[in-house]
């Protein structure tokens, strides 16, 4: 069972802004542009815990900060960080049961490191969630006690601009798990579907829809991290782990003398997709707007290599310079409507340069989208927090100084936890969602200055607030519980 944050909510009203109805804030057709920026994988509590005024660590219950084993019994300590499935010697054991510090002593890492990731996947995060408990997180993760590490994030530059503007801090991802699900969930409130899922595409469950564990998976979380019979298809044919896209750039290269702008079909990917998208719903009312990518004309390149040929873009984080574009952060590209050589994908689907530029020129569509490349995500693993919160800065920054600021609203906001520990229940939602906590921020001439907006909040928020702002046709998979961030304006 999971709980509400809190009830009564309304549902929002997704009428059209101009003119706006009475019961609407009238300001809300002042702000021309919309910015989107979608971070890679923290929780709330792993970077603003301890920001003043927010819902953080110190307000977490015993319950929810002591995680128990696979019986339910509380651990006696946490087990030791787990990388590559064995306990590591690069970090302390015996660490008390409980969230801790990780820019402190025994531990005392930097934001400047490349730290280990916690598995984010779909079935695992909703047994971490445990009914709104939260307390088997360490349980069900590939890296023992690191998924209760957090830090003074006073540290970040965001932090900064958390505080001079407005810091959600009951802003849940929209979906349960990882990347590629809430990537789909930001544009389309959507699972996708894959009806003809080879069988080794998905998990085993047991009969109450939880994860079998494998045979080899030790009895305690102590001893090493559980293992279990994972997929990426739910059994009736939804596409909920990573999956890979039908087009370039995408993980699995073209087929041998195939299409160069296609994936090998052979590798079954996902099929193009045909829901409709935020980006459908602007475009049939004549809206603009753009998905700006890190990498994407590196990442084009390099996916249109002959299948023999090493890729250097795509997935490669072997050097601190790599890009490591991660094909399935780009949910555009799994539509049909944007397939290689179609109209809505030449100008729709753009590079990081052409964000910048038109910045600069002042000539930012209605709405935009930014996907910084792998590397500036500040994803664990394969890139550290300082990279990505200087690139976000040095772009808020930018967007301050562009002439289209005096309109504009910007998002901050990550994709998902990356498997971190968080202490805040999510409300009640449905079959896919809303998962764990994630940090939001909302920087704007007209947000709320120094403010904490306790509204509930989810991925599906981002939606509702453009199809409100520009009165779109309403997506279906958007959340009516859910609030639409108005309240995080002054109008």
């Not at 590939?142 to 802003?171: E, I």
């Not at 087929?255 to 459908?280: C, E, F, M, S, V």
């Not at 539509?335 to 052409?354: C, E, S, V, Y």
């Not at 394969?382 to 200087?390: E, P, V």
Request: with cysteine.
């Amino acid at each position: 069972m999971r709980y509400p944050l809190i009830a009564g909510l309304l549902a929002s009203t997704l009428a059209g802004c101009a003119p706006l109805p009475t019961n609407e804030p009238a300001g809300l057709s002042r702000i021309e542009h919309i910015v989107v920026i979608y971070a890679e994988n923290r929780s709330f509590d792993h970077l603003y815990g301890l920001f003043p005024g927010a819902d953080g660590i110190v307000q977490a219950t015993p319950q929810q900060k002591t995680q128990v084993g696979h019986d339910g019994r509380p651990l006696p300590t946490l087990p030791p960080v787990y990388e590559h499935g064995k306990a590591s010697d690069r970090f302390p054991t015996g660490l008390p049961n409980g969230p801790f510090r990780i820019d402190q002593p025994p531990v005392s890492r930097r934001l400047d490191e490349v730290l280990p990731s916690p598995i984010h996947n779909f079935w695992q995060n909703q047994e971490q969630i445990a009914g709104g408990a939260n307390n088997r997180f360490v349980a069900m993760s590939t890296v023992g006690a690191w998924v209760m590490g957090h830090w003074d994030g006073s540290q970040m530059k965001l932090w900064k601009w958390a505080q001079q503007y407005t810091l959600a801090d009951h802003f849940f991802m929209g979906a349960f798990g990882g990347s590629f699900l809430n990537h789909q969930w930001l544009v389309c409130a959507c699972t996708p579907s894959f009806p003809n899922a080879p069988d080794s595409l998905k998990p085993t469950l047991e009969a109450d829809g939880k994860l079998k564990k494998k045979p080899s998976s030790p009895p305690s979380v102590m001893a090493g991290p559980v293992q279990v019979f994972d997929g990426s298809v739910t059994p009736d044919g939804f596409a909920v782990n990573t999956s890979q896209p039908p087009y370039q750039p995408s993980g699995y290269p073209p087929a041998a003398a195939g299409n160069l702008d296609l994936a090998d079909p052979a590798k079954h990917p996902l099929p193009p997709q045909t829901a409709k998208t935020i980006g459908d719903t602007l475009s049939a009312k004549g809206v603009s707007w753009a998905w700006y990518a890190g990498g994407w004309n590196a990442a084009l390149a390099d996916g249109r290599q002959p299948p023999g040929e090493r890729r250097g873009v795509i997935y490669d984080g072997s050097t601190p310079e790599a890009l490591a574009f991660q094909p399935h952060h780009q949910p555009f590209n799994y539509f049909a409507r944007f397939a290689p050589g179609t109209a809505d994908r030449a100008q729709h689907l753009k590079d990081h340069d052409d964000f910048v530029a038109a910045i600069d020129a002042g000539q930012l569509p209605a709405v935009s989208f930014y996907k910084p490349v792998g590397r500036l995500t500040q994803h664990p693993s394969y890139t550290d927090l300082a990279q990505g919160d200087a690139h976000i800065d040095a772009l808020l920054q930018r967007l301050a100084r562009s002439p289209q600021w005096p309109k504009m609203a910007v998002i901050v906001t990550y994709d998902e936890n990356g498997g971190y520990w968080d202490h805040l229940p999510p409300p009640a939602g449905d079959r896919w969602g809303p998962g764990t906590r994630i940090p939001a921020i909302v920087i704007s001439p007209f947000a709320k200055k120094g403010f904490v907006d306790k509204t509930p909040y989810d991925t599906t928020s981002i939606i509702k607030l453009i199809t409100r702002r520009f009165g779109l046709e309403p997506l279906p998979g958007a959340r009516p519980g859910a609030g639409d961030l108005t309240n995080a304006f002054n109008f």
